[in-house]
């Protein structure tokens, strides 16, 4: 573990994508207002767009939150900009734009996306662009190659997310991969997915014993929010969990 400061990430819940429902969609202006005046850090998604510009979105294809069937990567910054999160009028915020609404408000967690470990364009993207930010930043990504990245070239704190894969197979390749793979790029914390925290404790567990932090997401429900208040040093939630209730 190095010296870096993690009190502020490890203290404070981080809101996932920021406080979204049913009006103020995921990764939307709105979401992140409404994390900023509960005292949240946020949790973000960034992509490359077409023509190299950081914007804010999870998956890789819009049609799920925009409806249209297209890439986030073939798609210029003023393309993405004509589209609309879940029916409302809010479009997709560019990092700037998202950056300066938070303006060191609360803390930042930033997934840098892309799965091919060769391929950091977008995590060099984000490492140059938060050097200029004043307030608190921690990346993580699931692409390992994007952590070394971050490894070399960054002086913010940095995760390896490990997620479960759906089936055994894919289980056992994500779980062994993931946390072996944490030897190369070695994070100074694990994101792991709660849904099957128990079947990685063993290697949750070693890793912990190596120095690295645990975050757990996501929280959203109150069984799970009980869990990681028992063993993660910190963890990214939805509005189900009931942690809302608890700070009103």
Not at 12 to 20: E, K, M, Q, Y
Request: hydrophobic share 40%.
């Amino acid at each position: 573990m190095s010296d870096k400061n993690f009190d502020w990430l490890l203290n404070t819940p981080i809101a996932h994508r920021g406080l979204h429902d049913e009006t103020n969609p995921e990764n939307s202006m709105p979401a992140f207002k409404a994390a900023i005046e509960r005292g949240f850090h946020i949790e973000i998604d960034v992509h490359l767009s077409k023509d190299n510009h950081l914007v804010v979105f999870h998956d890789a294809n819009l049609k799920r939150v925009c409806g249209v069937d297209r890439k986030v990567k073939d798609c210029t910054v003023e393309e993405l900009k004509t589209y609309r999160l879940r029916g409302t009028d809010n479009t997709i915020p560019t990092l700037d734009e998202f950056l300066e609404l938070v303006d060191g408000k609360v803390g930042i967690l930033c997934e840098v996306k892309g799965i091919i470990p060769w391929d950091t364009k977008i995590a060099r993207a984000t490492v140059e662009r938060f050097k200029s930010y004043n307030g608190n930043v921690a990346l993580q990504s699931f692409n390992f190659g994007a952590v070394i990245c971050f490894r070399k070239h960054s002086d913010r704190p940095f995760g390896q997310l490990v997620t479960w894969g759906g089936d055994k197979l894919n289980h056992f390749v994500d779980i062994m991969g993931k946390l072996h793979l944490a030897k190369w790029s070695k994070p100074e914390f694990i994101a792991y997915d709660v849904r099957n925290y128990k079947a990685g404790e063993k290697y949750i567990n070693k890793a912990r014993k190596q120095g690295k932090k645990l975050v757990l997401w996501t929280i959203n429900s109150p069984e799970k929010l009980a869990l990681a208040r028992e063993v993660a040093d910190g963890f990214i939630f939805e509005k189900p969990c009931g942690l809302l209730d608890e700070n009103k």
